[in-house]
């Protein structure tokens, strides 16, 4: 192709309009290079990291294939975490603003089966899911995949990580021969290979050079004790004052202990851990990605799937014992050419797994002392945010423009500058709202109502 416009592919006039509305104008390369392929109908085996503009490579060809007159489910898009397949939906629904009647359903586990098989008494055109999740619905026949012509295995080193390899043959095994496969992956271990030489017919090998997007992260190493690792943390995050950072650990009991020790120095910090409920952990992450909390401490399990384009620094509490896993989680700053910081905390015990991420990525570290540290403030560190949780969500059918033409309407309502990210879930809408105007923004939607409907509201703390 001699140009990289989303316009000079075999799209629908109504999709190249819709692209153009939502700023995707020109393609990235792992679009350039998959898109065509996918339009045709070829399989593709694309090695490309979250944040690459993978989601609207295989997003725009699955639209393309789907035949909304027919009633089954035509398009699964597989993901290894409930997050990532939430991410995926709302992208794809924005993609699909110029189709008319197109339903796409998300199943993943951690959620009631109820509501999700009366979403299955009409077959969705698209479903996005967990592994563990959709098999249950097949073995249920509630999900029927028989007229299936895409699948789509996204972050799938990720999925055989998390042990989903069994789950997903089982799953391919009741999809049609004759399906189109894509597959993405931000590695290439051997396993990957193996999947795709038994799913995958000729398939387009893409591979993204990640070169530039590498330099834009810089990577500082402090050396400390284990004895003087908390403190350090706090310094750290007092001399660069992020306004979103996360801070990794290796096990939930020091994820709890970090989160209290930021917590007790007046930082805004929440923690993310395998012991959350699953309506704890959705709040979790909604605060920390509309900007209502600083600092996210979590284990590398709990994290999988949190993608936030933003996110000013990652601090390594402790150096991952696998330097692929320190990879992945330096790579979750720095995204879409912007330049990002990891920071990583090391004690005198943990040199091999430093001199590991050397060889790994082949780079010499950048050892900076302690003493450069300045603290700047010692003062409370708060988020500029603030969420409102309301007790009225999709099922309600309830939308973002609903909430937000509530806290803005009459001559005592907000301005929109004072209203942030909107996120919908069936029951509930957590609303981000700058700190000054949160206890305003609770009086507007307590004196007025939400599309004809009274909800309640409260602050989340």
Known sequence: MSTASFSSLPLPAEQLANLNQLGYVEMTPVQLAALPAILK????RAKAKTGSGKTAAFGIGVLDNINVALVSTQALILCPTRELADQMSK??????????????????????LGPQLDSLVHAPHIVVGTPGRILEHLRKKTLVLEMLKV?????????????????????????????????????????????????????????????????TIEQRFYETTANQRAAL??????????????????TKRDCQTVFEALEAYGISVLALHGDLEQRERDQ????????????????????????????????????????????????????AG?????????TPQEMVRAH????????????????????????????????????????????????????????????????????????????????????????????GKIKGKRCKVRLMK
């Open 91 to 112: 992208e794809l629904r924005r993609l699909a603003r110029f189709t008319q009647n197109i339903k796409i359903l998300t199943l993943c586990g951690g959620q009631p």
């Open 284 to 335: 979790v992450l909604v605060r920390f990605t509309n900007r209502s909390c600083r600092v996210l401490v979590a284990t590398d399990v709990a994290a999988r799937g949190l993608d936030i384009t933003e996110l000013e620094l990652v601090v390594n509490y402790e150096l991952a014992f696998d330097p692929q896993v320190h990879v992945h989680r330096i790579g979750r700053t720095g995204r």
């Open 151 to 215: 699948l789509v295995l996204d972050e799938a080193d990720r999925m055989l990580d998390m042990g989903f390899a069994d789950d997903i043959d089982e799953v391919i095994s009741e999809t049609p021969p004759q399906r189109q496969t894509l597959l993405f992956s931000a590695t290439y271990p051997a396993d990957i290979e193996r999947i795709s030489a038994r799913v995958q017919r000729e398939p387009l090998k893409i591979e993204v050079d990640n070169g530039d997007e590498q330099t």
């Open 41 to 44: 109908g070829q399989d593709v």
């Open 356 to 447: 590991a991420i050397e060889d790994d990525m082949q780079m010499k570290i950048t050892w900076v002392p302690v003493s450069e540290l300045s603290v700047v403030a010692t003062t409370p560190l708060e988020a500029e945010m603030t969420t409102l949780c309301i007790d009225g969500g999709r099922k309600a059918k309830i939308r973002p423009g609903d909430i937000l033409g509530a806290l803005t309407s009459g001559d005592t309502g907000l301005t929109a500058a004072a209203v942030g990210k909107i996120d919908m879930f069936p029951q509930h809408a957590y609303v981000a709202i700058h700190q000054a105007s949160a206890h305003k923004a609770i009086q507007q939607l307590q004196q």
């Open 233 to 250: 943390l706090v310094s750290v995050i007092r001399h660069y004052q992020p306004a979103s950072c996360v801070v990794f650990c290796n």
């Open 338 to 346: 912007r330049h990002g910081l990891a920071i990583s905390l090391c």
